[in-house]
């Protein structure tokens, strides 16, 4: 499976980005699709996760209320809508792929960097 983030770039503190994945090479619809990202100087931090369905989703208590995950199964996509962006968001978010039923994410995409700026 094959993951490419896209849609990242440079907002102002209080704006909005939505990310894309798109994903290729496997059954997208079997797949929880999860983000996560990494700012600088830190560690990857989970971001928030939809499952198969797109019925479930759960998300991190820092973005909870101002990211959204959403999916379309017959474009293999998955997004992720944030709003009211604070300078804290800034990171490069990833996008990775876990087996229904398996709890380690196997696939990633390469990050796309979000830069928020106050």
């Known amino acids: 499976v094959q993951l490419q983030a896209s849609g990242g770039g440079l907002v102002q503190a209080g704006g909005s980005l939505r990310l894309s994945c798109a994903a290729s090479?496997?059954?997208?619809?079997?797949?929880?699709m999860g983000w996560f990202r990494q700012a600088p100087g830190k560690d990857r931090e989970f971001v928030g996760v939809?499952?198969?369905?797109?019925?479930?989703?759960y998300y991190t208590s820092s973005v909870k209320g101002r990211f959204t995950i959403s999916r379309d199964n017959a474009k293999n996509t998955v997004y992720l809508e944030m709003n009211s962006l604070k300078p804290e968001d800034t990171a490069v978010y990833y996008c990775?792929?876990?087996?229904?039923?398996?709890?380690?994410?196997?696939?990633w995409g390469k990050g796309t960097l979000v830069t928020v700026s106050s």
């Open positions: 090479g496997g059954t997208f619809s079997t797949f929880r």
């Open positions: 939809m499952s198969t369905s797109g019925r479930s989703t």
């Open positions: 990775a792929a876990a087996r229904g039923s398996e709890l380690t994410y196997a696939y």
